[in-house]
């Protein structure tokens, strides 16, 4: 494969999202150099037949990194979740009643022990991952007064769905609660051809809603 056919490939399958992609781009092309230059120092003894194949496991192997994409730091996301005022880092310990719960809220099982949180002055910031089609989507959420308030996507490593990271999608989710079944009180559009993405971001801001009830509980 050359590299002007892997640009081509990129840009024809996401022509709607040509801007975001050009940086992917950029990494796939890198990363495929870097392959083929791993390529060449596999030894001439090899037929083409058992060389080909370690390529193609080689690229597979790292093609999910080239789509990894960094919109905002955690020191970022603290910042604009606080207004730039001083916050504390705490832990939330979970329960098997807690871990029930957010079982419901996520549909699969959670098990983590405990959680970390960030918290000034009754509000809450909470960074959590959940899965979109096959990758985790970094997820911060800042809930004030058993609201949410802000939704940001920190990290995204999906090759489709990233529209979930613009305001138009995330700003649905500020003055949301979470009612008596546990689930968002407010209905949130969806995204066209990113519904994994959008059902991942729905389940963090609900389990974040969940959390923060429980550090109010605490206090």
Not at 11 to 16: G, H, Y
Not at 33 to 45: D, E, N
Not at 183 to 201: P, Q, W
């Amino acid at each position: 494969m050359s590299d002007q056919g892997l640009y081509c490939f990129q840009v024809d399958v996401n022509l709607s999202g040509v801007s975001v992609m050009l940086i992917r781009m950029k990494r796939i092309a890198a990363a495929w150099q870097s392959l083929k230059r791993i390529t060449l120092s596999i030894p001439r003894v090899l037929s083409i037949s058992t060389a080909l194949p370690i390529t193609v496991m080689l690229f597979i192997a790292t093609a999910p990194s080239a789509f990894a994409e960094s919109y905002m730091s955690q020191d970022q996301f603290l910042q604009s979740a606080f207004g730039g005022k001083p916050y504390t880092g705490n832990k939330l310990w979970l329960t098997p009643e807690s871990k029930a719960v957010a079982r419901e809220i996520l549909k699969h099982d959670y098990n983590a022990l405990r959680v970390r949180y960030w918290e000034s002055n009754g509000t809450t910031a909470w960074i959590l991952d959940e899965v979109g089609k096959k990758q985790p989507i970094t997820i911060g959420v800042v809930v004030d007064n058993a609201k949410i308030k802000q939704v940001n996507i920190l990290e995204f490593r999906e090759s489709r769905g990233w529209e979930v990271r613009y305001p138009f999608f995330t700003d649905q989710f500020q003055g949301v609660y979470l009612n008596k079944q546990q689930a968002l009180s407010e209905n949130i559009d969806g995204v066209s051809g990113a519904t994994l993405s959008v059902r991942a971001v729905k389940k963090i801001a609900a389990l974040s809603l969940y959390l923060d009830s429980l550090t109010a509980a605490e206090q």
